[in-house]
């Protein structure tokens, strides 16, 4: 079974209290400024409710989870509230605020993926304090690409990242996947500059490779259980054959990747 198939099953079963699942979780999305239309908010809980239950299978989730979302109109209006807080800084479309626990955008051109992707950082750090920047990063690149259909949550490609790789592999300037793991926050943020935004860039095609097989997710699954149970500063990515195997196998991915794929 798959998708909203699998979703309405375990929905119905809970309800008839039959079984306790992860997706159990109740979600209440709180769309302060009321900006956000009917579908829009729909989108946006079918896909919490598939990062509910990716992350619940490893880590306990706040239960109930709040969502409350701060949509401005207008960027003018978005950075006011920014400098209320934090003078001086000037985040791009969106952010998580992790002591608020608060997402926060404006609508930009973009912003409902703004929204998803800033909605995962939240269900992740509803489990874990710190994790890793470029994972975190990376299951919000690709869960920001989500597409909810009837039969289930799709994700679908970047096409200038996917190009970005593909000229890194060409021209033999890939960055070494160890190097980049081991990012400190304050590296990555200085890799995050246009026009290459580099660390954006390998953290969606890590993400996007993991993402696409069972074994990827149980990769991903088995390092947050690392993290969460053994060290909380690894960066790494527990991987069949180490950091040499999973570097090949991505080489090979984005030299042929799928437009899509269900999440
Ligand atoms: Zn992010």
Redo the contacts with the bound molecule.
Sequence with gaps: MRGLSRYLIISLLLWAGLVSHVAANRIYIKDINGLLSKEELATLRAVMAREVEFHSQVLNLYDPLFVPIKVFRTREEYQRYVERDTPGWRPSGG??SPVRREVVLYKHREYMQTLL??A??LVFAAGLTRPPTWL??AL??VFEMADVRENGVFTQIKQKRQAQLQSWLESGDMPKLASFFALSYEGWESLVMEPEPVSYTLSWGVGYFLMSSAQGRKSIHDTIRYIRDTDWRYQGVIYPGGLVALERDFHRFVLDMPAEYEL
Excluded: K
Aim: glycine share 0%; proline share 0%; hydrophobic share 10%.
């Design positions: 952010f998580y992707h800033e995962q950082h975190n990063e919000s690149e």
